[in-house]
């Protein structure tokens, strides 16, 4: 197939095109991406579950009244698990003289005679 050879000056506006497209790719990414979604009060009651989704996406959502903010909606942090920590209880536990002495069947099954 046969392509004709495109001229200079096309081919300067077409790189210069793609850079401004990919600075603005990264400046969207920069600037708009990490920020939090900011709403006034009025917008944040009338689009409370389009906002609560979007936590739940992982987007920090952020409340104002005036310009100023005045609460942040964000997702809840990773619960962590606690590690177990080995011998907390002891001396915490007695037993009773004879707890391990070993006993009959009859005395096992509760049968009396």
């Not at 689009?47 to 920090?60: C, M, N, S, Y």
């Not at 310009?67 to 964000?74: I, Y």
């Not at 707890?99 to 509760?110: A, F, K, S, V």
């Amino acid at each position: 197939m046969f392509t004709p050879p495109l001229n200079p000056i096309l081919r300067i506006s077409i790189a210069l095109l793609y850079s401004l497209w990919l600075v603005s790719i990264v400046m969207a990414i920069i600037y708009s991406y990490n920020k939090a979604m900011v709403v006034s009060t009025a917008e944040a009651k009338n689009r409370l579950p389009e906002l609560i989704r979007a936590v739940e996406d992982g987007e920090q959502v952020v409340i104002t009244r005036h310009g100023r903010p005045v609460a942040q909606l964000s997702p809840p942090p990773v619960p962590t698990r606690r590690k177990p920590v080995l011998g907390c209880m002891r001396g915490r536990i007695q037993f009773l003289p004879g707890w391990d002495d070993p006993i009959t069947e009859d005395e096992l099954l509760g049968e009396d005679n």
